[in-house]
């Protein structure tokens, strides 16, 4: 089973800050990029940031640059997402991936059940 599991969405007032938690089971984190989407209601799904074991590479979304950081723990292993001055336009489903391309939502392999992310006005 390599399927993603998310921890700690919720809701926050505006120009709060919330950390996600995904662990990634098996070797489905070691394999190219762990990814953190989201989808707004009625809405695509989005690319927000990704970490790559492969390359080394950490890319975000441009409307999270700046405000978001993603880490990974390559003990537990988790990757983390550090969301910092949340807008309302941040609420959304917040979704774990591994196993993909970059912010490419076609190519990745498993995804997680996701967490509900609220931000308050």
């Known amino acids: 089973l390599q399927e993603p599991a998310e921890v700690g969405g919720g809701s926050v007032q505006f120009g709060g800050s919330l950390t996600l938690s995904c662990h990634v089971p098996?070797?489905?984190?070691?394999?190219?990029?762990t990814a953190w989407f989201r989808q707004r209601a009625g809405e695509e799904r989005e690319g927000v940031a990704a970490?790559?074991?492969?390359?080394?590479?950490?890319t975000y979304a441009d409307s999270v640059k700046g405000r978001f950081i993603v880490s990974r723990d390559d003990a537990t292993p988790n990757l983390d997402l550090q969301m910092n001055d949340l807008k309302p336009e941040d609420t959304a489903m917040y979704y774990c991936?591994?196993?993909?391309?970059?912010?490419?939502?076609?190519?990745?392999?498993?995804w997680g059940q996701g967490t509900q992310v609220t931000v308050a006005s």
């Open positions: 098996g070797v489905a984190f070691w394999t190219r990029c």
């Open positions: 991936a591994a196993d993909g391309s970059l912010l490419d939502r076609k190519t990745y392999r498993y």
């Open positions: 970490q790559c074991a492969d390359s080394g590479i950490t």
